[in-house]
Protein backbone atom coordinates (compact mmCIF):
# COMPACT_ATOMS: atom_id res chain seq x y z
CA UNK A 1 0.00 0.00 0.00
CA UNK A 2 1.39 3.29 -0.67
CA UNK A 3 1.67 6.38 1.38
CA UNK A 4 -2.23 7.84 2.42
CA UNK A 5 -3.53 4.72 1.86
CA UNK A 6 -4.35 5.02 -2.07
CA UNK A 7 -3.40 2.12 -4.08
CA UNK A 8 -2.07 2.88 -7.96
CA UNK A 9 -2.65 0.75 -10.62
CA UNK A 10 -0.70 0.33 -13.88
CA UNK A 11 -1.30 -1.28 -17.14
CA UNK A 12 0.99 -2.02 -20.17
CA UNK A 13 -1.03 -2.83 -23.54
CA UNK A 14 0.45 -4.81 -26.53
CA UNK A 15 -1.34 -5.58 -29.65
CA UNK A 16 -4.17 -4.24 -31.43
CA UNK A 17 -6.98 -1.79 -30.55
CA UNK A 18 -9.26 -3.88 -28.82
CA UNK A 19 -6.45 -4.38 -26.71
CA UNK A 20 -6.39 -1.05 -26.10
CA UNK A 21 -10.06 -1.03 -25.37
CA UNK A 22 -9.88 -3.69 -23.18
CA UNK A 23 -7.21 -1.83 -21.00
CA UNK A 24 -10.06 0.99 -21.14
CA UNK A 25 -12.42 -1.81 -19.55
CA UNK A 26 -9.92 -3.22 -17.06
CA UNK A 27 -9.20 0.59 -16.09
CA UNK A 28 -12.78 1.18 -15.03
CA UNK A 29 -13.12 -1.63 -12.93
CA UNK A 30 -9.61 -0.30 -11.08
CA UNK A 31 -11.03 3.05 -10.77
CA UNK A 32 -14.26 1.99 -9.36
CA UNK A 33 -12.37 -0.34 -6.86
CA UNK A 34 -10.76 2.75 -5.80
CA UNK A 35 -7.83 2.90 -7.58
CA UNK A 36 -5.64 5.50 -9.42
CA UNK A 37 -3.52 5.37 -12.41
CA UNK A 38 0.10 5.53 -12.17
CA UNK A 39 2.87 5.84 -15.32
CA UNK A 40 5.38 4.24 -13.31
CA UNK A 41 5.16 0.58 -13.00
CA UNK A 42 7.20 0.57 -9.68
CA UNK A 43 4.49 2.44 -7.87
CA UNK A 44 1.71 0.22 -8.57
CA UNK A 45 -0.10 -2.43 -6.22
CA UNK A 46 -1.83 -3.54 -9.47
CA UNK A 47 0.35 -4.19 -12.50
CA UNK A 48 -1.38 -5.61 -15.76
CA UNK A 49 0.44 -6.39 -19.09
CA UNK A 50 -2.24 -7.15 -21.57
CA UNK A 51 -0.82 -9.20 -24.32
CA UNK A 52 -0.96 -10.07 -27.93
CA UNK A 53 -0.44 -12.99 -29.70
CA UNK A 54 -0.34 -12.44 -32.91
CA UNK A 55 3.22 -12.67 -34.13
CA UNK A 56 6.20 -14.30 -32.03
CA UNK A 57 7.58 -10.90 -31.38
CA UNK A 58 4.76 -9.67 -29.62
CA UNK A 59 4.81 -12.98 -27.08
CA UNK A 60 8.60 -12.67 -26.74
CA UNK A 61 8.07 -9.07 -25.46
CA UNK A 62 6.03 -10.05 -22.87
CA UNK A 63 8.01 -12.85 -21.77
CA UNK A 64 11.33 -10.40 -21.72
CA UNK A 65 9.24 -8.13 -19.63
CA UNK A 66 8.23 -11.11 -17.05
CA UNK A 67 11.77 -12.22 -16.19
CA UNK A 68 12.47 -8.52 -15.51
CA UNK A 69 9.29 -7.89 -13.41
CA UNK A 70 10.53 -11.06 -11.45
CA UNK A 71 12.54 -8.79 -9.27
CA UNK A 72 10.24 -6.24 -8.89
CA UNK A 73 7.90 -8.77 -7.53
CA UNK A 74 9.43 -9.93 -5.28
CA UNK A 75 10.72 -6.32 -3.09
CA UNK A 76 6.99 -5.73 -3.47
CA UNK A 77 5.35 -8.96 -2.37
CA UNK A 78 2.02 -7.45 -1.72
CA UNK A 79 1.52 -6.16 -5.78
CA UNK A 80 -1.13 -8.03 -7.77
CA UNK A 81 0.42 -8.91 -10.84
CA UNK A 82 -1.90 -9.94 -13.99
CA UNK A 83 -1.29 -10.91 -17.19
CA UNK A 84 -4.44 -10.67 -19.26
CA UNK A 85 -5.21 -10.76 -22.97
CA UNK A 86 -4.98 -12.97 -26.27
CA UNK A 87 -1.31 -14.35 -25.56
CA UNK A 88 -2.42 -15.87 -22.67
CA UNK A 89 -6.03 -16.85 -23.43
CA UNK A 90 -4.09 -19.69 -25.33
CA UNK A 91 -3.85 -22.81 -22.90
CA UNK A 92 -0.22 -23.61 -23.62
CA UNK A 93 1.02 -20.16 -22.49
CA UNK A 94 -0.72 -20.32 -19.75
CA UNK A 95 0.68 -23.28 -18.42
CA UNK A 96 4.17 -22.01 -19.45
CA UNK A 97 3.28 -19.11 -16.97
CA UNK A 98 1.98 -20.83 -14.54
CA UNK A 99 4.41 -23.29 -14.05
CA UNK A 100 7.85 -20.66 -15.46
CA UNK A 101 6.75 -17.00 -13.55
CA UNK A 102 4.28 -18.21 -10.67
CA UNK A 103 4.45 -15.22 -9.31
CA UNK A 104 1.79 -13.99 -11.41
CA UNK A 105 -1.26 -13.67 -9.30
CA UNK A 106 -3.94 -14.12 -12.24
CA UNK A 107 -4.05 -15.22 -15.74
CA UNK A 108 -7.36 -14.09 -17.39
CA UNK A 109 -7.96 -14.39 -21.00
CA UNK A 110 -10.12 -12.13 -23.19
CA UNK A 111 -13.02 -13.57 -22.55
CA UNK A 112 -13.40 -13.14 -18.89
CA UNK A 113 -13.28 -9.51 -19.14
CA UNK A 114 -16.63 -9.29 -17.10
CA UNK A 115 -15.64 -11.48 -14.28
CA UNK A 116 -12.86 -9.20 -13.36
CA UNK A 117 -13.23 -8.06 -10.21
CA UNK A 118 -14.60 -11.63 -8.95
CA UNK A 119 -11.16 -12.96 -10.72
CA UNK A 120 -8.86 -10.45 -9.11
CA UNK A 121 -9.95 -11.21 -5.31
CA UNK A 122 -9.30 -14.69 -5.96
CA UNK A 123 -6.17 -13.34 -6.94
CA UNK A 124 -5.38 -11.85 -4.29
CA UNK A 125 -6.27 -13.98 -1.26
CA UNK A 126 -5.25 -17.02 -3.41
CA UNK A 127 -1.06 -18.38 -3.13
CA UNK A 128 -1.58 -19.95 -6.43
CA UNK A 129 -1.69 -18.24 -10.03
CA UNK A 130 -5.32 -18.16 -10.61
CA UNK A 131 -6.28 -19.17 -14.54
CA UNK A 132 -9.69 -18.15 -15.95
CA UNK A 133 -9.53 -18.99 -19.70
CA UNK A 134 -13.51 -19.61 -20.34
CA UNK A 135 -15.11 -18.68 -23.77
CA UNK A 136 -18.23 -17.26 -25.20
CA UNK A 137 -18.83 -14.45 -22.39
CA UNK A 138 -21.56 -11.81 -23.34
CA UNK A 139 -19.91 -8.34 -22.97
CA UNK A 140 -22.06 -5.55 -22.55
CA UNK A 141 -22.33 -2.96 -19.76
CA UNK A 142 -18.66 -2.96 -18.63
CA UNK A 143 -17.02 -0.04 -16.93
CA UNK A 144 -14.70 2.31 -18.78
CA UNK A 145 -11.95 4.55 -18.64
CA UNK A 146 -11.29 6.05 -21.80
CA UNK A 147 -7.69 6.92 -22.11
CA UNK A 148 -8.45 9.79 -24.43
CA UNK A 149 -10.45 12.37 -24.57
CA UNK A 150 -10.86 13.26 -28.04
CA UNK A 151 -10.90 9.90 -29.76
CA UNK A 152 -12.81 7.07 -28.78
CA UNK A 153 -13.29 2.86 -29.67
CA UNK A 154 -16.63 0.75 -29.79
CA UNK A 155 -16.75 -2.36 -30.41
CA UNK A 156 -19.34 -3.49 -32.93
CA UNK A 157 -18.62 -6.78 -32.99
CA UNK A 158 -16.26 -9.74 -30.58
CA UNK A 159 -14.21 -12.33 -32.01
CA UNK A 160 -13.36 -13.52 -35.82
CA UNK A 161 -14.79 -16.34 -37.47
CA UNK A 162 -12.71 -15.93 -40.24
CA UNK A 163 -10.13 -18.95 -39.76
CA UNK A 164 -7.32 -17.09 -42.08
CA UNK A 165 -5.10 -19.84 -41.80
CA UNK A 166 -1.43 -17.81 -40.74
CA UNK A 167 -4.23 -16.03 -38.15
CA UNK A 168 -4.21 -16.66 -33.94
CA UNK A 169 -7.11 -14.45 -33.49
CA UNK A 170 -10.14 -16.53 -33.88
CA UNK A 171 -8.57 -19.03 -31.19
CA UNK A 172 -7.76 -16.34 -28.73
CA UNK A 173 -11.24 -13.93 -29.18
CA UNK A 174 -13.63 -16.62 -30.05
CA UNK A 175 -16.42 -17.07 -32.90
CA UNK A 176 -17.53 -13.43 -34.18
CA UNK A 177 -20.38 -12.07 -32.47
CA UNK A 178 -21.74 -8.40 -33.06
CA UNK A 179 -23.44 -6.63 -30.67
CA UNK A 180 -27.33 -5.25 -30.26
CA UNK A 181 -26.92 -2.02 -32.71
CA UNK A 182 -29.44 0.26 -30.19
CA UNK A 183 -26.46 0.20 -27.46
CA UNK A 184 -23.77 0.72 -30.05
CA UNK A 185 -26.10 3.71 -31.27
CA UNK A 186 -26.35 4.36 -27.45
CA UNK A 187 -22.90 4.82 -26.66
CA UNK A 188 -21.68 6.49 -29.56
CA UNK A 189 -24.56 9.52 -28.50
CA UNK A 190 -23.41 9.56 -24.89
CA UNK A 191 -19.46 9.76 -26.33
CA UNK A 192 -20.69 12.52 -28.79
CA UNK A 193 -22.38 14.29 -25.90
CA UNK A 194 -19.40 13.88 -24.01
CA UNK A 195 -16.83 15.99 -26.16
CA UNK A 196 -15.51 13.24 -28.15
CA UNK A 197 -14.99 14.12 -31.70
CA UNK A 198 -13.84 10.82 -33.24
CA UNK A 199 -15.52 7.33 -33.01
CA UNK A 200 -13.50 4.45 -34.09
CA UNK A 201 -15.85 1.22 -34.88
CA UNK A 202 -14.00 -1.87 -33.45
CA UNK A 203 -13.88 -5.13 -34.80
CA UNK A 204 -12.10 -8.31 -36.66
CA UNK A 205 -13.68 -7.94 -39.44
CA UNK A 206 -16.50 -4.77 -39.15
CA UNK A 207 -17.76 -5.38 -42.65
CA UNK A 208 -19.86 -8.68 -41.89
CA UNK A 209 -21.54 -6.78 -38.58
CA UNK A 210 -24.66 -8.20 -39.64
CA UNK A 211 -28.01 -7.62 -37.42
CA UNK A 212 -29.68 -10.44 -38.96
CA UNK A 213 -28.26 -12.56 -36.60
CA UNK A 214 -29.47 -10.72 -33.96
CA UNK A 215 -33.17 -9.25 -33.78
CA UNK A 216 -32.71 -6.40 -36.03
CA UNK A 217 -32.11 -6.35 -39.44
CA UNK A 218 -29.11 -4.00 -40.20
CA UNK A 219 -25.75 -4.46 -41.77
CA UNK A 220 -22.89 -2.45 -41.31
CA UNK A 221 -23.49 -0.14 -44.09
CA UNK A 222 -26.82 0.92 -42.21
CA UNK A 223 -25.36 1.24 -38.51
CA UNK A 224 -22.85 3.52 -40.37
CA UNK A 225 -25.75 5.81 -42.23
CA UNK A 226 -27.40 5.63 -38.59
CA UNK A 227 -24.17 6.45 -36.75
CA UNK A 228 -24.00 9.33 -39.54
CA UNK A 229 -27.01 11.14 -38.73
CA UNK A 230 -26.66 11.61 -35.33
CA UNK A 231 -26.50 14.86 -33.97
CA UNK A 232 -22.79 16.59 -33.76
CA UNK A 233 -20.04 17.48 -35.00
CA UNK A 234 -17.35 14.66 -35.12
CA UNK A 235 -15.80 11.69 -37.47
CA UNK A 236 -16.76 8.26 -37.67
CA UNK A 237 -13.67 5.56 -38.45
CA UNK A 238 -13.50 2.07 -38.58
CA UNK A 239 -11.53 -1.30 -38.55
CA UNK A 240 -10.70 -3.43 -39.88
CA UNK A 241 -11.95 -3.97 -42.71
CA UNK A 242 -12.28 -7.37 -44.90
CA UNK A 243 -12.23 -6.66 -48.77
CA UNK A 244 -14.33 -10.00 -48.93
CA UNK A 245 -17.15 -8.67 -46.57
CA UNK A 246 -16.48 -4.47 -48.51
CA UNK A 247 -19.97 -4.37 -50.48
CA UNK A 248 -20.71 -1.31 -53.00
CA UNK A 249 -23.78 -0.37 -50.37
CA UNK A 250 -20.92 0.44 -47.82
CA UNK A 251 -18.29 2.23 -50.33
CA UNK A 252 -21.39 4.66 -51.59
CA UNK A 253 -22.92 5.40 -47.92
CA UNK A 254 -19.17 6.58 -46.80
CA UNK A 255 -20.03 8.81 -50.05
CA UNK A 256 -23.12 10.01 -48.86
CA UNK A 257 -22.02 10.40 -45.51
CA UNK A 258 -20.79 13.53 -44.20
CA UNK A 259 -18.90 12.15 -40.65
CA UNK A 260 -17.54 8.57 -41.86
CA UNK A 261 -13.86 9.19 -42.86
CA UNK A 262 -12.54 8.59 -46.64
CA UNK A 263 -10.06 6.14 -45.22
CA UNK A 264 -10.21 2.56 -46.45
CA UNK A 265 -7.95 0.35 -44.71
CA UNK A 266 -8.53 -2.85 -46.63
CA UNK A 267 -5.33 -5.81 -45.46
CA UNK A 268 -4.77 -7.47 -48.84
CA UNK A 269 -1.47 -9.75 -47.32
CA UNK A 270 -0.54 -10.95 -50.82
CA UNK A 271 -0.99 -9.90 -54.36
CA UNK A 272 -0.76 -13.63 -55.51
CA UNK A 273 -3.72 -15.88 -56.00
CA UNK A 274 -2.05 -19.29 -54.91
CA UNK A 275 -1.15 -17.81 -51.52
CA UNK A 276 -4.65 -15.82 -50.81
CA UNK A 277 -6.03 -19.58 -51.39
CA UNK A 278 -3.91 -21.18 -48.75
CA UNK A 279 -4.55 -17.95 -46.94
CA UNK A 280 -8.22 -18.61 -46.85
CA UNK A 281 -8.80 -14.85 -47.43
CA UNK A 282 -11.57 -15.80 -49.96
CA UNK A 283 -10.95 -13.37 -52.67
CA UNK A 284 -8.64 -13.54 -55.76
CA UNK A 285 -6.05 -10.19 -56.58
CA UNK A 286 -9.00 -9.48 -59.60
CA UNK A 287 -11.18 -9.10 -56.93
CA UNK A 288 -9.17 -6.65 -55.40
CA UNK A 289 -8.33 -4.61 -57.86
CA UNK A 290 -12.18 -3.89 -58.79
CA UNK A 291 -12.67 -3.14 -55.34
CA UNK A 292 -9.78 -0.67 -54.94
CA UNK A 293 -11.27 0.83 -58.29
CA UNK A 294 -15.01 1.41 -57.62
CA UNK A 295 -13.93 3.10 -54.40
CA UNK A 296 -11.93 5.59 -56.29
CA UNK A 297 -14.17 5.76 -59.15
CA UNK A 298 -16.59 6.35 -56.04
CA UNK A 299 -15.14 8.80 -53.51
CA UNK A 300 -12.16 10.80 -55.50
CA UNK A 301 -10.59 12.05 -52.24
CA UNK A 302 -9.89 8.51 -50.79
CA UNK A 303 -7.11 6.86 -48.98
CA UNK A 304 -6.47 3.38 -49.11
CA UNK A 305 -3.73 1.77 -46.55
CA UNK A 306 -3.35 -2.10 -46.37
CA UNK A 307 -1.62 -4.66 -44.73
CA UNK A 308 0.73 -7.30 -45.71
CA UNK A 309 2.29 -10.55 -45.31
CA UNK A 310 5.70 -11.51 -46.83
CA UNK A 311 6.92 -15.39 -46.30
CA UNK A 312 3.96 -17.37 -45.98
CA UNK A 313 4.19 -20.74 -46.47
CA UNK A 314 4.99 -21.92 -50.22
CA UNK A 315 4.99 -18.33 -50.90
CA UNK A 316 7.96 -18.48 -54.55
CA UNK A 317 9.40 -15.61 -55.35
CA UNK A 318 6.95 -15.69 -58.21
CA UNK A 319 3.89 -14.82 -55.88
CA UNK A 320 6.37 -12.27 -54.13
CA UNK A 321 6.67 -10.50 -57.17
CA UNK A 322 2.72 -10.60 -57.79
CA UNK A 323 2.20 -8.55 -54.36
CA UNK A 324 5.13 -6.11 -55.34
CA UNK A 325 3.22 -5.59 -59.02
CA UNK A 326 -0.13 -5.28 -56.79
CA UNK A 327 2.13 -2.32 -54.93
CA UNK A 328 3.19 -0.97 -58.07
CA UNK A 329 -0.48 -0.92 -59.57
CA UNK A 330 -2.51 -0.10 -56.45
CA UNK A 331 0.18 2.76 -55.19
CA UNK A 332 -1.42 2.57 -51.33
CA UNK A 333 -1.14 5.39 -49.08
CA UNK A 334 0.64 3.37 -46.73
CA UNK A 335 1.03 -0.73 -45.78
CA UNK A 336 1.82 -2.10 -42.76
CA UNK A 337 4.06 -5.22 -43.66
CA UNK A 338 4.96 -7.98 -41.73
CA UNK A 339 7.08 -11.32 -41.97
CA UNK A 340 4.87 -14.66 -41.41
CA UNK A 341 4.85 -15.60 -38.03
CA UNK A 342 4.42 -19.59 -37.80
CA UNK A 343 1.50 -19.62 -34.81
CA UNK A 344 0.27 -22.95 -32.63
CA UNK A 345 -2.91 -24.19 -33.70
CA UNK A 346 -3.26 -22.51 -36.60
CA UNK A 347 -3.45 -24.48 -40.16
CA UNK A 348 -0.20 -22.64 -41.86
CA UNK A 349 2.15 -23.68 -39.41
CA UNK A 350 1.34 -27.22 -40.37
CA UNK A 351 2.23 -26.44 -43.84
CA UNK A 352 4.79 -27.58 -45.71
CA UNK A 353 7.54 -25.27 -47.69
CA UNK A 354 7.89 -22.73 -44.82
CA UNK A 355 10.13 -19.90 -46.09
CA UNK A 356 13.10 -19.59 -44.50
CA UNK A 357 14.44 -16.51 -42.80
CA UNK A 358 16.86 -14.96 -44.74
CA UNK A 359 14.34 -14.73 -47.87
CA UNK A 360 11.53 -13.31 -45.44
CA UNK A 361 13.75 -10.82 -44.34
CA UNK A 362 14.84 -10.00 -47.82
CA UNK A 363 11.62 -9.90 -48.65
CA UNK A 364 10.42 -7.35 -46.56
CA UNK A 365 13.04 -4.96 -47.11
CA UNK A 366 12.19 -5.10 -50.79
CA UNK A 367 8.75 -4.57 -50.54
CA UNK A 368 9.52 -1.32 -47.31
CA UNK A 369 11.73 0.39 -49.45
CA UNK A 370 9.09 0.14 -52.77
CA UNK A 371 5.93 1.34 -50.69
CA UNK A 372 8.31 4.01 -48.80
CA UNK A 373 8.90 5.80 -51.88
CA UNK A 374 5.44 5.18 -53.17
CA UNK A 375 4.28 6.72 -49.74
CA UNK A 376 6.20 9.27 -50.07
CA UNK A 377 5.39 10.22 -53.77
CA UNK A 378 1.85 10.12 -52.55
CA UNK A 379 2.20 12.32 -49.56
CA UNK A 380 4.69 14.60 -51.81
CA UNK A 381 1.36 15.76 -53.70
CA UNK A 382 -0.41 17.48 -50.38
CA UNK A 383 2.81 20.07 -50.23
CA UNK A 384 1.15 23.44 -50.38
CA UNK A 385 -2.20 22.42 -50.22
CA UNK A 386 -4.70 23.30 -46.97
CA UNK A 387 -5.88 20.04 -44.90
CA UNK A 388 -8.43 20.25 -42.66
CA UNK A 389 -7.14 18.34 -39.36
CA UNK A 390 -8.95 16.91 -36.44
CA UNK A 391 -6.24 18.06 -33.48
CA UNK A 392 -6.31 15.21 -30.99
CA UNK A 393 -3.26 16.48 -28.91
CA UNK A 394 0.51 16.91 -28.57
CA UNK A 395 3.14 15.41 -30.66
CA UNK A 396 4.68 12.73 -27.38
CA UNK A 397 8.43 13.98 -29.37
CA UNK A 398 7.51 17.69 -29.14
CA UNK A 399 5.54 18.91 -26.64
CA UNK A 400 5.47 22.48 -29.15
CA UNK A 401 3.76 20.84 -31.77
CA UNK A 402 0.20 19.84 -31.96
CA UNK A 403 -0.95 16.81 -33.86
CA UNK A 404 -4.15 15.48 -35.78
CA UNK A 405 -5.27 13.64 -38.29
CA UNK A 406 -6.91 14.28 -41.59
CA UNK A 407 -9.62 12.63 -42.71
CA UNK A 408 -7.70 10.11 -44.62
CA UNK A 409 -5.91 9.04 -41.82
CA UNK A 410 -2.59 11.43 -42.11
CA UNK A 411 -0.65 12.19 -39.38
CA UNK A 412 -0.10 15.77 -39.50
CA UNK A 413 2.42 17.98 -36.87
CA UNK A 414 1.81 21.53 -36.73
CA UNK A 415 3.11 24.21 -34.12
CA UNK A 416 0.47 26.56 -32.49
CA UNK A 417 -0.05 28.20 -29.43
CA UNK A 418 -3.65 28.64 -28.77
CA UNK A 419 -5.56 25.60 -26.75
CA UNK A 420 -6.45 23.93 -30.34
CA UNK A 421 -7.68 20.29 -28.56
CA UNK A 422 -10.53 18.52 -30.07
CA UNK A 423 -10.62 21.20 -32.41
CA UNK A 424 -11.42 21.06 -36.26
CA UNK A 425 -8.22 23.38 -37.99
CA UNK A 426 -6.74 24.29 -41.48
CA UNK A 427 -2.94 23.43 -41.81
CA UNK A 428 -1.18 24.04 -44.97
CA UNK A 429 1.33 21.42 -45.51
CA UNK A 430 5.05 21.90 -45.18
CA UNK A 431 6.77 18.89 -45.13
CA UNK A 432 6.04 15.69 -46.95
CA UNK A 433 7.08 12.04 -45.14
CA UNK A 434 6.22 8.44 -46.12
CA UNK A 435 4.37 8.48 -42.21
CA UNK A 436 3.51 11.36 -41.88
CA UNK A 437 2.94 15.27 -42.76
CA UNK A 438 3.99 18.90 -40.80
CA UNK A 439 2.66 22.27 -41.71
CA UNK A 440 1.79 25.59 -40.35
CA UNK A 441 -1.64 26.19 -38.74
CA UNK A 442 -4.01 28.57 -40.39
CA UNK A 443 -7.51 28.93 -38.47
CA UNK A 444 -9.99 26.72 -36.56
CA UNK A 445 -12.65 25.51 -39.39
N1 LIG B 1 -8.80 -8.59 -38.17
C1 LIG B 1 -7.80 -7.77 -38.66
C2 LIG B 1 -6.51 -7.73 -37.86
C3 LIG B 1 -5.71 -8.95 -37.80
S1 LIG B 1 -4.12 -8.79 -37.13
C4 LIG B 1 -7.63 -8.13 -40.10
O1 LIG B 1 -8.19 -9.06 -40.58
O2 LIG B 1 -6.94 -7.42 -40.78
C5 LIG B 1 -3.40 -7.51 -38.11
C6 LIG B 1 -2.50 -7.97 -39.17
O3 LIG B 1 -1.47 -8.78 -38.65
C7 LIG B 1 -3.14 -8.81 -40.23
O4 LIG B 1 -3.82 -8.05 -41.17
C8 LIG B 1 -1.95 -9.52 -40.82
O5 LIG B 1 -1.39 -8.79 -41.85
C9 LIG B 1 -0.98 -9.61 -39.67
N2 LIG B 1 -0.85 -10.97 -39.17
C10 LIG B 1 -1.79 -11.74 -38.60
N3 LIG B 1 -1.30 -12.96 -38.29
C11 LIG B 1 0.00 -12.96 -38.66
C12 LIG B 1 1.05 -13.92 -38.61
N4 LIG B 1 0.86 -15.13 -38.13
N5 LIG B 1 2.27 -13.56 -39.09
C13 LIG B 1 2.48 -12.33 -39.59
N6 LIG B 1 1.52 -11.39 -39.67
C14 LIG B 1 0.29 -11.68 -39.21
FE1 LIG C 1 -7.29 -12.93 -38.36
FE2 LIG C 1 -8.43 -13.15 -40.72
FE3 LIG C 1 -9.94 -12.78 -38.57
FE4 LIG C 1 -8.41 -10.81 -39.44
S1 LIG C 1 -10.13 -11.72 -40.56
S2 LIG C 1 -8.61 -11.47 -37.34
S3 LIG C 1 -6.64 -11.87 -40.25
S4 LIG C 1 -8.70 -14.57 -39.02
FE1 LIG D 1 -3.08 -9.12 -30.86
FE2 LIG D 1 -5.31 -9.99 -29.86
FE3 LIG D 1 -5.31 -7.80 -31.24
S1 LIG D 1 -3.76 -11.23 -30.81
S2 LIG D 1 -3.66 -8.09 -32.69
S3 LIG D 1 -4.29 -8.07 -29.33
S4 LIG D 1 -6.92 -9.32 -31.19
Redesign the pocket.
Known amino acids: MEKHGIKKYHILT??????VYDSEVLAGYLENMGYVHTEKEEEADVLII?????RKK?EEKVFSRLGRLRSLKEKKQEMIMILW???VQQEHVAQKIKEKFPFVDLVGG?QSLGRFPELMEKARISPRTVLALETGEERENLPIKRGHQIRAWVPISHGCSNFCSYC??PY??GAEKSRPPENIINEVKTLVDNGYKEITLLG?NVNSYYGRRLKENIDFADLLHTLDRLEGRFLIRYMTSHPRDFSEKIIRTIQQGQKICEHFHLPLQSGSDNILKLMNRGYSRDYYLDLIKKIRELIRDSAITTDIIVGFPGEEEKDFEDTLDLLEKIRFDAAFTFVYSPRKGTAATEMKRQVPADIKKKRIVALNEIQDRISQEINQLLLGTEQLVLVEGKSKTNPNLYTGRTRTNKIVHFPAKEDLLGKFVIVEITEAKPWTLTGDFKNIF
Open positions: FGCQMNNTCAVAGCMTIVVRQ
